[in-house]
T-cell receptor, first 116, second 112 residues
Framework: GAGVSQTPSNKVTEKGKYVELRCDPI?????LYWYRQSLGQGPEFLIY????????DSGLPNDRFFAVRPEGSVSTLKIQRTERGDSAVYLC??????????????FGPGTRLTVL | GENVEQHPSTLSVQEGDSAVIKCTYS??????FPWYKQELGKRPQLIID?????GEKKDQRIAVTLNKTAKHFSLHITETQPEDSAVYFC???????????FGKGTRLHILP
């Protein structure tokens, strides 16, 4: 079946602009995660959703970052007033469920964000 | 919170030889340890994992060992092949926080 998909694959924007990154999880997966991966680093946790609600947003670096998952499927990561330091690959992952022990997370291909 | 240290950051191994990547974690409540492989420009993919009630797990040429007392775990790849060249990430999952924390990765080069 289809895996996790993310759009766009690449996004170039100017400092100060607003961007939206989209994630389509695997059908039936209730848990969805956003990570940020900077060059030469491991994925850094940002936020995860269980269903429609953000169960843990402790990884969001500041209030310029926000994510939604209104219908419990597709999620959008929103970044306001982008800064050059936001440049990174933004990875989305989904898993069958969350809690009660770990379930494998399946990653999307990522969106490479470049802020000029 | 959990912290995961991974070493080395880069590793070059002759084809056919073995490669070992080591990780340590800080929180003794961590109970699940996956390893991900990420090829250039591709997404991370799970290659093997181990739970805290097991000391070792093997899958063909790949094995993972866990020492709960010392809070470290290692990935072992034997008979390395060119397609093993990639970045490998260890991670630790803690039930209490419900999230996984990744190490910074090891770039493995298999030399011909």
């Amino acid at each position: 079946g289809a895996g996790v998909s993310q759009t766009p694959s690449n996004k170039v924007t100017e400092k100060g602009k607003y961007v939206e990154l989209r994630c389509d999880p695997i059908s039936g997966h209730t848990a969805l995660y956003w990570y940020r991966q900077s060059l030469g680093q491991g994925p850094e946790f940002l936020i995860y959703f269980q269903g429609t609600g953000a169960a843990d947003d402790s990884g969001l670096p500041n209030d310029r970052f926000f994510a939604v998952r209104p219908e419990g499927s597709v999620s959008t990561l929103k970044i306001q007033r982008t800064e050059r330091g936001d440049s990174a690959v933004y990875l989305c992952a989904s898993s069958l469920t969350h809690g009660r022990g770990y379930n494998e997370q399946f990653f999307g291909p990522g969106t490479r964000l470049t802020v000029l | 919170g959990e912290n995961v240290e991974q070493h080395p950051s880069t590793l070059s191994v002759q084809e056919g030889d073995s490669a070992v990547i080591k990780c340590t974690y800080s929180d003794s409540a961590s109970n699940y340890f996956p390893w991900y492989k990420q090829e250039l420009g591709k997404r991370p993919q799970l290659i093997i994992d181990i739970r805290s009630n097991v000391g070792e797990k093997k899958d063909q040429r790949i094995a993972v060992t866990l020492n709960k007392t010392a809070k470290h775990f290692s990935l072992h790849i034997t008979e390395t092949q060119p397609e093993d060249s990639a970045v490998y990430f260890c991670a630790a999952y803690m039930n209490r926080d419900d999230k996984i924390i990744f190490g910074k990765g090891t770039r493995l080069h298999i030399l011909p």
